[in-house]
C-alpha cells in the first residue's frame, strides 16, 4: 500500500521545537521532492519547505526556524522547527512528488499527501 504517514506533531509552548516525521511506504521517497504544508482553521494550506529529489535543494517559507532532512534508510524525511510561534499552530502535512524539478513544485505535481500531523502553539 503507498501511503505516506507523519507523525511528531503535538504541544509545544513558544519558543521550543518539534521534529516532524514523514514516513512512506509502498515506494522509495529519496526518488522524490518531499514538500512540508500547514494549514490553519480558516486560513489556505501553506508551503512551509521543500526538500528536492536530489536531495540537496531546499526551499523555506521560514529560513532559519525550519529546516528540512531526509534519512533513506528510514525512507522517512523530516522537518525540524525551532524558536515556534503560536502563528505555526496548524495541522502540518508532507507529500511526494516524482515529477516535480527543483524546489518550486506545483500542488498537482504530487502524487501523496499524508494525513497531517496537529501542531499547536500555546503556553
Known amino acids: 500500500q503507498v501511503q505516506l504517514v507523519e507523525s511528531g506533531g503535538g504541544l509545544v509552548q513558544p519558543g521550543g521545537s518539534l521534529r516532524l516525521s514523514c514516513t512512506a511506504s509502498?515506494?522509495?521517497?529519496?526518488?522524490?521532492?518531499v514538500g512540508w504544508f500547514r494549514q490553519a482553521p480558516g486560513k489556505e494550506r501553506e508551503e512551509v519547505a521543500v526538500?528536492?529529489?536530489?536531495?540537496?535543494d531546499t526551499y523555506y517559507l521560514y529560513p532559519g526556524r525550519f529546516t528540512v532532512s531526509r534519512d533513506s534508510a528510514k525512507n522517512t524525511a523530516f522537518l525540524q522547527m525551532n524558536n515556534l510561534k503560536p502563528e505555526d499552530t496548524a495541522v502540518y502535512y508532507c507529500?511526494?512528488?516524482?515529477?516535480?524539478?527543483?524546489?518550486?513544485?506545483?500542488?498537482?505535481?504530487?502524487?501523496?499527501w499524508g494525513q497531517g500531523t496537529q501542531v499547536t502553539v500555546s503556553s
Open positions: 507529500a511526494a512528488s516524482r515529477r516535480g524539478a527543483g524546489v518550486r513544485i506545483p500542488n498537482f505535481l504530487y502524487d501523496y
Open positions: 509502498g515506494f522509495t521517497l529519496d526518488s522524490y521532492a
Open positions: 526538500l528536492s529529489a536530489n536531495g540537496i
